[in-house]
């Protein structure tokens, strides 16, 4: 599995202005409180109720607002497609709630995510489809099941990194989960994730790399002053009948540009 040459050299890079330590506090200690107050309400998420869609777009935003995170979204229409693979960069754990916001389906997310405290039940909820990063033999059950999904009509999103990196360097997209597209004949619907602060620099404070812990990346998250989180939505790309080819159509859609290899990314964010 591919590996991020980020640490905390790059979380410092974009890390939130200086504040007054008291006013952080109070900040953090508020949000904390916000947020698992909302989490005690995920079961409700589980209730077949109309319009669960739109449901769990709310409970998503509202989440992250509780975090000091707030979603812009720009670019094309949001298509309501059935069937449709959601592929972005990959940055955090939050990735899964910002997309969640706009386009809920199931996740494609590290098998260990749905052990996390609070956060887990969240996860299960929204149908993450566990992925071993240590068991790379059970990768292609994993695709047949997202090809499955895709072919009953379901979103599924994926990270083809297969793993985060800071946001001011990024991986290269790896194309074993866009065989599941091809294998379906379905649509994939790229998304730029932008993480920058209230005065518009990039952010990190969301970053989930190096040897972070959960509680590391959110208490950065919550003791900054705001993160503004844009998706931008590009044109959907067919599946075609080349994996290799999708990914990297789909990897300058997300980059907007011919995007370089990883390692000189990373060097670009020192």
């Known amino acids: 599995m591919p590996r991020a040459l980020c640490d905390d050299s790059c979380v410092r890079a974009g890390g939130a202005p200086p504040a ?13 409180s916000a947020t698992l107050m909302l989490l005690l309400m995920v079961p409700l998420l589980a209730v077949p109720l109309p319009g669960r869609g739109r449901i769990q777009r709310a409970y998503c935003r ?5 975090l000091g995170v707030r979603i812009t979204v720009s670019g094309g229409p949001i298509r309501n497609l059935r069937g449709v693979l959601v592929v972005s960069g990959h940055v955090s754990w939050i990735d899964i709630f910002i997309i969640g916001s706009v386009l809920p389906g199931a996740f494609v997310a590290r098998a260990d995510l749905i052990d996390w405290p609070a956060v887990g039940l969240a996860a299960r909820i929204m149908k993450v489809i566990p992925i071993d990063r240590g068991s790379l033999r059970r990768l292609p059950h994993v695709v047949a099941q997202v090809a499955d999904r895709l072919r009953n009509g379901q979103t599924v999103v994926a990270f083809p990194e297969g793993t985060t990196w800071c946001g001011l360097a990024y991986g290269q997209f790896r194309p074993a989960m866009f065989q599941a597209a091809v294998d379906s004949g379905r649509p994939v619907q790229p998304l730029r994730l932008t993480y920058h602060h209230r005065d518009g620099r990039p952010s990190t404070v969301a970053a989930f ?7 590391q990346s ?10 503004v989180v844009d998706v931008e939505v590009t044109s959907l790309e067919l599946p075609g009948a080349d994996r290799r080819e999708l990914a990297a159509r789909c990897e300058v859609a ?17």
Do not use: K, N, Y
């Not at 997300?254 to 020192?270: K, N």
């Open 20 to 32: 007054r330590r008291v006013i952080v506090t109070v900040r953090a200690t508020l949000r904390i």
């Open 62 to 66: 509202t989440f992250l607002r509780c």
């Open 209 to 215: 790399v190096g040897d972070d812990t959960l509680w």
């Open 218 to 227: 959110l208490s950065r998250t919550v003791r900054a002053r705001l993160t």
């Open 254 to 270: 997300v980059r907007g540009q011919i995007a370089p290899r990883f390692e000189h990314a990373h060097g670009l964010a020192g």
